[in-house]
Every structure is written in C-alpha cells, then in structure tokens.
C-alpha cells in the first residue's frame, strides 16, 4: 500500500471549515484514498473514501486532485466533536484490507 | 445497532498469567482484525481472519493467538502475557462489499505487570 504524508497537527475555529491535506504520491491505479478519524482513545471511525472523483457524505467532502497524488478532507462546519487525529489511508479494495496507520493530523477545533 | 464490542475493556493482570480479550460484531462480517497502539508507534495489526476457520499473521502476532470458530466472534489469547505487550487493543470488522469500511470496537487497555 503507499505511503502517505500528512501534517501533524492544525487548528481550526469552530464553525469554520477544516481542510486537512494529505500527499499519496506514489498510489496506484487500482488503490482507494480512506480518511479515518480517531476521537481520543476511542477506535477509528470511517469518514469517507474515494479512488478518483470528490466524493461527499454527511460527514465530510474528499476531493483528489486529478493526478490522484494528492487529496483534501473537508469538515465543512467544524465542531468541537471533531476534533480527533484524522487518518489518511491508500489501499487497494479487497485481499487483506489491512488497514495501514500513519501518524495522522491531529485536528483541533478552538472555540 | 451495527457494532464490535470488546470485553474487557480494561485489564491490569501479571506476566504469565492466560488472558482472552473477546470481540464480538453483529454485522454478518467475514474479516476480523486485531489492531494494538502505541505511543508513536501508530496502529499495527496483530491478526486477522477472512472467514470461519481463516487466520493469519499480520505485522504483530508474536505472543498472540486467534482463533475464529464463529463468524461474530474473534478472540485475542494471551498464553502468558509479558509487559512489552501493554497497550490499547483494537479489534475491528468489515463485510465484502460497499465500501469495505472497517468498524472498530471501543478499545481494551491492558496493562501487564
């Protein structure tokens, strides 16, 4: 699975947007770009993945850029619930579907 | 309600002593992961199970068994648990189709002393 690249950390001002980038530069045709999130010490929660157009749910929007090496998650409205560390994962669809964490972004929403 | 629970979900026990963390998930999936994390070290996968009677060695799995006798269940044996393995225990599942989105149980602390 490729490697990604994400910030540490970053603040954002509640009810402001987050954007969080993430580098896959090296990610394959056939591989899928996963954002996970992690509230504290609680397990990791789906947020949303995509292979190749933007993608929205009720949480978050994905956009990748068009060479795929790179993508944003965007938290429209930032909360204070949403601050977590937020994972940005490449891997292929089936087989194993190991997960590989990197460090993450630790996002945090200020008041 | 769709979910993993693990039981404990938190344990102080001494080296050598036998310990089960037991996970269970009502979603009719067919893989099951054990995930430990560490401080700086991230979330590493332990073992994981592609079916009933299916196991195999993630990154992890020394000191560690499985086994997956249901297909809601997935334990995580200890035989004789050291120090080096105290730590946050994840076990997670996920189906064969949609979005293959993995759901995480809330975690078990376990501290071996």
């Known amino acids: 699975d490729a490697k990604t690249t994400q910030p540490p950390s970053m603040d954002c001002a509640e009810g402001r947007a987050a954007n969080l980038p993430c580098n896959h530069s090296t990610i394959s045709g056939n591989e899928y770009v996963y954002w996970y999130r992690q509230i504290h010490s609680q397990g990791p929660q789906y947020i949303i993945h995509g292979l190749k157009n933007n993608e929205t749910n009720e949480m978050a929007s994905l956009i990748i850029t068009e060479d795929r090496k790179s993508s944003t998650l965007i938290l429209p409205h930032a909360t204070l619930r949403d601050t977590a560390v937020y994972y940005c994962i490449v891997r292929g669809v089936g087989g194993a579907q190991k997960l590989v964490f990197g460090q993450g972004t630790r996002l945090t929403i200020n008041p | 309600e769709a979910q993993v629970t693990q039981n404990p979900r938190y344990l102080i026990t001494v080296t050598g002593k036998k310990l089960t963390v037991t996970c269970s998930q009502n979603?009719?999936?067919?893989?099951m992961s054990w995930y430990r994390q560490d401080p700086g070290l991230g979330l590493r996968q332990i073992y994981y199970?592609?079916?009933?009677?299916?196991?195999d060695k993630g990154d992890v799995p020394e000191g560690y068994k499985v086994s997956r006798k249901e297909k809601r269940n997935f334990p995580l044996i200890l035989e004789s648990p050291s120090p080096n393995q105290t730590s946050l225990y994840f076990c997670a599942s996920s189906g064969w189709s949609g979005t293959y989105e993995q759901y995480f149980g809330p975690g078990t602390r376990l501290t071996v002393t």
């Open positions: 979603m009719n999936h067919e893989y």
């Open positions: 199970s592609m079916n009933v009677e299916v196991t």
